[in-house]
């Protein structure tokens, strides 16, 4: 569904990716994994068409992508939840959410999805009238991750959900992932709580310093002697 073949990227003269390739197949839960400044955000920024590479193909359902525009691609079946969720702080949560399905542009269908994600996160059914810039760092994440869902995704983007997140609250947006996933949808997650990534993906990429190092399903990554010294603390 997804493939990056050989990507260079990067922010003006930065260099940051370095000949990354991966591939994501549909229906997969893919985890792309690394440390602080890796590049893994401009990665997933690359598939979003918010930076466009410098060398190499991103390729869509067949289709090379990256010299469309990030509006375009989100329209063609992407979805991408940032680091910085940017919700729109002054309208509704269920404003939010509404919004985001701005592909779908059937009332009834948008419902049926809007009462799928309250299913999946009551919190937000709960919450639904108050404004999005009242809401706790990690309701505003769930309602960023909600309203990613709403455009009926064939691919999901997400950027570090669980980052800042009490524990409970991690399990929270974990088990709405893996409901995503059941559901059929194709997500590539980064993450940095690598322990608990490598449980429940299929697959993971590792990336450092802009370059992939090693790939495998995640069950064999989590193995691996570099992986437990570098990421897990074992
Ligand atoms: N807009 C930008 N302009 C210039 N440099 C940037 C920009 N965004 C990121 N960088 C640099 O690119 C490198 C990779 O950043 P990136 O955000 O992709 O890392 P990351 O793997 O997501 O790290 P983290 O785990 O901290 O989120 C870093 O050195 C960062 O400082
Ligand atoms: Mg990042």
Redesign the pocket.
Known sequence: MLELKKIDAGYGFLQVLWEVSLEVEEGEFVALVGPNGAG??TTLRTVAGLIKPKAGKVIFDGDVINDLPAHIISRGGISYVS?DLNLFRDMSVRENLILGAYAVTDRETQLEILEFIFSLFPRLEQRQNQLAGTMSGGERKMCAIARGMMSNPKLMLV??PSLGLQPSLVNDVFSALLRLRDQGVTILL?EQNVNATLEFTDRAYILEQGRIVMEGPSKEVKQNKHVQNAYLGI
């Open positions: 893994k955000s680091e950027d570090e980064v």
